[in-house]
């Protein structure tokens, strides 16, 4: 019996050596599998680069802003104005809504964009002498403010020759070089009546004379015009209505209902010039109280406040059911009080709800509200884009902060855009929302190569789910210039991280490859800038110059590589720029910005059927593990394994189990009788309290098994003691 002891101990320390080392199983194959290269391999080791620095180096941000504007008022003085039987405008209320206009105006400039504003007052004439010549106003307290408010007062000028006023209004823009830049260009027309001078001319002879002006001098100079009518006769204005209306169009043209309503007008033209939303004036009193609906994606809203006498204050109420308080409010400044409005200016403002309501007593308070609309802006096409290269908008949609815009839940955010040639085809562009980055956004599809010269324009649109729209115009000149056509990176194709990226370009103008030296003075080594403006981390590489190729069959082709500053996986901007000498050619030097997506490669298949084997084998060596460990320890001293043979039973092996949960044991093989493993552990019933396993061929068992019995499995006997 020492014997078949000593037997048992053994093999039983082999099986309990084997337990202990199963779970540095999965281990030992994961450090195999590295070995042999199944994890991702590193990008391969880059021999050290040396790159040519430029000094200036590649912005990337929109190009287009609110144009500023210039605007002339050509204000009707003549005599049915001031008097006779029925005059339009005794009081002089066309000098206060005058006054109001300018302040209007005012309010979209700024210190260095400042719009301009020149009066012409007329009569039988307009003479320089009752003018204000095109006039810088840069905010409500600048002293050329006053030198246009001194032309803006009653006057009594005789008849009412329009035509003379028109022809001084446009000599003012010349003379103030208005035509010279990029600006909104206005003349705004104020008159109670019909054209009339000395000359005494048909109604159709002076509007024939007035087409004929506006055909040649004021439409090719991209001047817009704008009139409004009013007659308290209602006679004279109303026949001249349509001829204005086919003269400028139905749109520009304005019919006011008496003389107070002039500064709305005046207003609605405003809205006109810079695309605003247009909102209709409202008039709030103590007992009536207005609600207003504003819409989302607001950079701010303007309300110009116009109480009907001192002491009423207008107060407006948010969403939430609050009173705004400028001056304590962090998105409201101080209330301004400008000579002929007060105006209230809140910020970034919720969407939803709003209201009105008049404090102070008795008497009302018109409102002229202007929502300003977070627009879209250009980066890409530059203002002068070349012919034959493919346009691709690439826009940002962010906050005054420069913060990115978030969408509403119940106004989903969608940009898209039109490209409308020259000649009137229409693309339509969306911009993936997904692929934004920092505000940032690029349309699909590109417009491929464009070949018709011309004004294109860019129209802008931001929706909201169906209940929110507002659009904004962008121009881009296609003009045969020289630019970068991009073959390597290849667009869409990821890339593995490395520290730096090999480049090719090569320069092309109208579609053909051009040799650099045919339009630049630039040594062609320092003419073509590249360098990643912005990673996923929001860093910017180093600028670096391209090489001309040395291949004498590749004219115009330049290559260099490009310090990366960051290694991680992501969206890139990589943009590259033509740096020519010229002070003429700079200002329209071509800038190319790519996405480049950088990722590791994929794993191979094989790869990944491998590491799901060990994911499973993990699962179920953790899920093993926790079954062995809840198991009841076993209430018994020991087993006794006997191989039945041919000529009786053969020696035992002993299974020793007292207090353990589990034994794991191999028989030895006895004549006849194969080895086999069993495998023992406690039972959770109280009846029979030794559970016995086994395999046969891939098949589980089970026998439960009380002290003091056996049984019989196979060709083995087993006692349990």
């Known amino acids: 019996m020492r014997l078949k002891l000593r037997c048992g101990v053994r093999d039983m320390q082999t099986v309990l050596s084997i337990c202990r080392w199963m779970p540095l199983v999965p281990l030992t194959v994961f450090l195999c599998i590295l070995s042999t290269g199944c994890a991702r391999k590193p990008a391969p080791k880059q021999e050290p680069v040396t790159y040519r620095k430029a000094a200036q180096e590649i912005q990337l941000g929109s190009w287009e802003r609110e144009l500023p504007a210039d605007i002339v008022l050509l204000l009707d003085q003549s005599g049915s104005m001031s008097k006779g039987r029925q005059p339009t405008d005794p009081e002089g209320l066309r000098a206060t809504g005058s006054r109001a206009f300018v302040e209007f105006i005012v309010q979209r400039s700024s210190k260095d964009r400042p719009n301009r504003f020149a009066v012409v007052n007329f009569g039988s004439h307009a003479q320089r002498v009752h003018a204000c010549p095109l006039t810088p106003i840069r905010s409500y307290d600048d002293p050329a403010l006053q030198s246009i408010f001194a032309k803006l007062v009653q006057l009594e000028l005789g008849n009412t020759n329009i035509i003379e006023a028109m022809r001084l209004g446009m000599q003012l823009l010349r003379e103030g070089g208005s035509f010279d830049y990029p600006r909104n260009r206005a003349l705004v027309l104020f008159t109670d009546g019909e054209p009339d001078d000395a000359r005494k001319l048909s109604l159709a002879q002076y509007f024939a004379e007035l087409s004929q002006f506006i055909k040649e001098q004021v439409k090719p100079a991209k001047v817009d015009v704008f009139v409004i009518g009013i007659d308290a006769a209602g006679r004279r204005w109303s026949r001249t209505v349509s001829y204005w209306q086919n003269l400028v169009g139905s749109d520009h043209v304005f019919t006011a209902p008496n003389m107070s309503a002039l500064k709305s007008y005046f207003n609605r033209i405003v809205q006109r010039i810079w695309h605003l939303p247009e909102v209709e004036p409202v008039v709030v009193s103590a007992k009536n109280p207005v609600e207003f609906e504003l819409e989302p994606y607001l950079d701010r809203v303007e309300f110009h406040i116009f109480p009907s006498r001192k002491g009423l204050t207008l107060r407006v109420i948010r969403p939430d059911g609050k009173v705004v308080e400028p001056g304590k409010d962090a998105d409201t400044p101080p209330v301004k009080h400008l000579s002929t409005f007060d105006l209230l200016v809140i910020h970034d403002p919720e969407p939803g709800r709003?209201?009105?309501?008049?404090?102070?007593?008795?008497?009302?308070?018109?409102?002229?509200?202007?929502?300003?609309?977070?627009?879209?802006?250009?980066?890409?096409?530059?203002?002068?884009?070349?012919?034959?290269?493919?346009?691709?908008?690439?826009?940002?949609?962010?906050?005054?902060?420069?913060?990115?815009?978030?969408?509403?839940?119940d106004y989903p955010l969608a940009l898209?855009?039109?490209?409308?040639?020259?000649?009137?085809?229409?693309?339509?562009?969306?911009?993936?929302?997904?692929?934004?980055?920092?505000?940032?956004?690029?349309?699909?599809?590109?417009?491929?190569?464009?070949?018709?010269?011309?004004?294109?324009?860019?129209?802008?649109?931001?929706?909201?789910?169906?209940?929110?729209?507002?659009?904004?115009?962008?121009?881009v000149q296609v003009k045969p210039i020289?630019?970068?056509?991009?073959?390597?990176?290849?667009?869409?194709?990821?890339?593995?991280?490395?520290?730096?990226?090999?480049?090719?370009?090569?320069?092309?103008?109208?579609?053909?490859?051009?040799?650099?030296?045919?339009?630049?003075?630039?040594?062609?080594?320092?003419?073509?800038?590249?360098?990643?403006?912005?990673?996923?981390?929001?860093?910017?590489?180093?600028?670096?110059?391209?090489?001309l190729a040395k291949e004498a069959d590749t004219p115009g082709q330049f290559v260099g590589t490009v310090p990366m500053p960051e290694t991680t996986e992501g969206m890139y901007f990589l943009a590259f720029k033509l740096a020519p000498e010229e002070p003429a050619k700079q200002a329209i030097a071509d800038q190319t910005v790519l996405e480049v997506i950088v990722q590791r490669p994929p794993m191979p298949g094989w790869q990944k059927v491998v590491w799901t084997l060990l994911g499973v084998f993990g699962v179920g060596l953790f899920a093993l593990v926790l079954w062995l460990a809840s198991l009841p320890r076993m209430d018994c001293n020991y087993a006794e394994i006997y191989p039945i043979g041919s000529n009786g039973e053969g020696d035992p092996v002993v299974v020793f189990l007292a207090n353990r949960k589990f034994a794991l044991?191999?028989?030895?093989?006895?004549?006849?009788?194969?080895?086999?493993?069993?495998?023992?552990?406690?039972?959770?019933?109280?009846?029979?309290?030794?559970?016995v396993r086994w395999f046969t061929l891939i098949l589980p068992h089970m026998r439960t098994v009380d002290v003091g019995s056996d049984i019989i499995i196979g060709k083995h006997r087993i006692e349990i003691h």
Do not use: C
């Open 354 to 409: 709003w209201r009105y309501e008049v404090i102070g007593g008795e008497g009302s308070v018109e409102v002229l509200r202007n929502p300003i609309p977070l627009r879209m802006r250009l980066i890409s096409p530059a203002p002068v884009h070349p012919q034959g290269k493919p346009m691709r908008l690439v826009a940002e949609f962010k906050r005054s902060d420069g913060k990115p815009v978030q969408s509403y839940r």
């Open 416 to 475: 898209t855009a039109d490209i409308v040639t020259p000649s009137g085809k229409r693309t339509q562009v969306k911009f993936p929302l997904e692929r934004g980055r920092n505000g940032v956004y690029v349309g699909e599809p590109t417009l491929e190569a464009p070949m018709e010269v011309g004004e294109y324009q860019v129209v802008l649109k931001v929706s909201g789910g169906g209940k929110y729209y507002s659009d904004y115009v962008a121009r």
């Open 482 to 547: 020289p630019y970068l056509l991009v073959n390597e990176p290849a667009e869409g194709k990821p890339l593995p991280p490395a520290e730096s990226l090999a480049v090719r370009v090569r320069l092309m103008r109208a579609g053909k490859p051009l040799n650099p030296q045919e339009a630049f003075t630039n040594h062609p080594d320092y003419l073509i800038i590249a360098q990643v403006v912005e990673t996923p981390e929001g860093q910017r590489g180093q600028a670096v110059w391209l090489n």
């Open 665 to 691: 044991v191999r028989t030895r093989p006895y004549e006849d009788v194969k080895s086999r493993f069993f495998f023992f552990n406690g039972h959770k019933g109280e009846q029979q309290p030794i559970t």
